[in-house]
């Protein structure tokens, strides 16, 4: 059965839209509005060549520092077509499948707002590329996060020229076979439209929106597995009284506070009598630094959300205005600023994560050495924490603000840049490695709680633990840890939320 095809319409996409779009493989159509807006834009802006040799930025004039040199009008199809190949300079690793196809879907959006006077038919190519699956390899480097994502849109739309290269059906080819085989032709561009392909942030933004979704996803599971991992160790439920954060407002941690409350009610191991009187405070400080992170996460969100909404091509064109306005929407320092802020956030996530499972392991209120039966012949969880401890380290290395950096570019025409490229980039990998993290902590959590029996924890969490003993078992002895470690990351993956939340 085929799916029904998403509308693009003229107010912008929200993030949970984005989510479903992508995750239901959704095909792409332009609305009626936002078909007339591009189609309006599109014969304003060639009307108005028609009637003024006025010079017009990108338009009928060189780029960048080569804004003042005028082009002739038999040039400016070239103009066009050269800006995309020359900007074509991309380096590094190409970027993961599910990052090209949230820039296509944002470059559409972007386009059907009706400002970047663009042919209809290069909207519809870039519906096309996204629907059929067929991906523009784009790679890593090479944007400042200034002009717009300049190297990496230049890759993005190539294809539509017939140039660069693709992936289709699991192979990496040529756009030009690609495009034969489907019977498409390469499009010649009009004036603007190199610019408009190439100006904007969706590079950054398309990292940004599934990084906050990664990162939202992420905040919910180190609230169960720090559970876990609480109960296991014989921790207090006292430091999650609802009075404790009514006095101290914020509001992830009063969140946070209640979420650890209801996984743990019921739990036998929390109810009993305890010999010590505070908990570290990777356990007893659960609520102020996960919900800190969760107010940064939803920050960065409301970021994110707006440019959804945005229009970040340049020159920006109203044509009921009769205006065409070269000015700097491309500038990423919004997401730049939110994405530096979202890999701290979330590294803390990793940070307290790893000191849980180096508690868990040290042989204390009863747990044995490196959670074995036989320490010494055997070395149980002892090599995990280092892996955890590794990436944790990784990751402070990696949090270095970005946006604090610049530097000269388009002999200095462009002389403050934001590094967002840079800043979304690194952030992937903090996401990531903190989600190797947390599978750490779960994989020796579970395995701590099993020296608790007979007690038991709660429903909720004795549920989510049976769940992931359906992936990885209790280790009696020493075994070859690493894919046990990748069946607890493709667990966290694939877990249905409301099978441990109800």
């Known amino acids: 059965m085929s799916l029904k095809p998403f509308p693009i319409g003229t107010t912008g996409l929200k993030l949970v839209e984005l989510e479903l779009i992508l995750n239901e493989h959704r095909p792409l159509v332009l609305d009626r509005e936002a078909q007339a807006a591009v189609k309006r834009s599109h014969t304003y802006l060639l009307d108005r060549l028609k009637r003024s040799d006025a010079p017009i ?12 040199t005028s082009i002739a009008k038999k040039d400016l199809a070239q103009l066009q077509k050269n800006l995309v190949m020359s900007h074509a300079c991309g380096s590094g690793d190409p970027v993961p499948a599910e990052i090209v196809r949230a820039m296509l879907v944002l470059k559409v959006q972007n386009m059907a707002f009706g400002h970047s006077a663009v042919a209809p038919a290069t909207v519809q190519r870039l519906i096309d590329l996204y629907n059929a699956d067929v991906l523009p390899v784009v790679y890593e480097r090479g944007s400042l996060g200034a002009s717009g994502d300049l190297a990496p849109l230049a890759h993005l739309s190539l294809p539509l020229l017939g140039l660069g290269e693709v992936v289709w059906k699991g192979r990496r080819m040529k756009s030009a076979q690609a495009l034969k085989q489907l019977g498409w032709q390469p499009l010649e561009l009009g004036p603007k439209e190199g610019l408009a392909l190439l100006n904007g942030t969706q590079f950054m933004n398309a990292f940004a929106s599934l990084l906050t979704l990664k990162a939202r996803r992420l905040a919910d599971l180190a609230d169960i597995i720090a559970a876990v991992s609480l109960d296991a160790y014989d921790g207090r439920i006292e430091p999650f009284h609802p009075a404790v954060h009514a006095v101290r407002p914020h509001p992830g941690q009063a969140l946070v506070a209640g979420r650890m409350r209801s996984l743990l009610k019921g739990s036998a191991l929390i109810k009993r009598a305890k010999e010590h009187v505070q908990d570290p405070y990777s356990f007893r400080c659960i609520p102020q630094v996960h919900g800190a992170s969760r107010d940064a996460i939803a920050h960065v969100e409301n970021v994110v959300e707006r440019e959804l909404e945005a229009v970040t091509d340049n020159p920006t064109v109203f044509d009921e205005d009769d205006l065409v306005i070269s000015a700097g929407n491309f500038h990423g320092q919004p997401l730049a600023l939110a994405l530096d802020f979202l890999s701290i956030a979330v590294a ?3 940070s307290i994560s790893e000191r849980r499972t180096y508690k868990l392991i040290g042989g204390q209120r009863g747990l044995p050495p490196f959670l074995v039966a036989h320490p010494g012949l055997n070395s149980g969880f002892m090599i995990p924490q280092y892996t955890a401890a590794s990436l944790v380290s990784a990751n402070k290395q990696r949090c270095m603000p970005n946006s604090v950096d610049t530097i000269d570019s ?7 840049v934001s590094m967002g490229a840079a800043a979304a980039v690194k952030t992937w990998d903090v996401v990531h490695d903190v989600e190797r993290i947390l599978a750490i902590e779960l994989f020796t959590a579970a395995q701590a709680l099993e020296f608790r029996r007979p007690l ?18 209790f280790l009696q002895e020493d075994n070859v840890m690493q ?11 694939t877990l249905p939320f409301t099978d441990v939340m109800g």
């Open 57 to 68: 930025y990108g338009v009928n004039t060189g780029f960048g520092a080569l804004h003042n």
């Open 348 to 350: 803390e996530l990793g």
């Open 410 to 416: 388009s002999n200095g025409q462009e002389d403050h």
């Open 456 to 473: 038991r924890s709660s429903a909720a969490l004795e549920s989510f633990v049976a769940a992931f003993r359906e992936r990885v078992p």
């Open 483 to 493: 894919p046990l470690m990748e069946h607890a990351v493709a667990f966290m993956r």
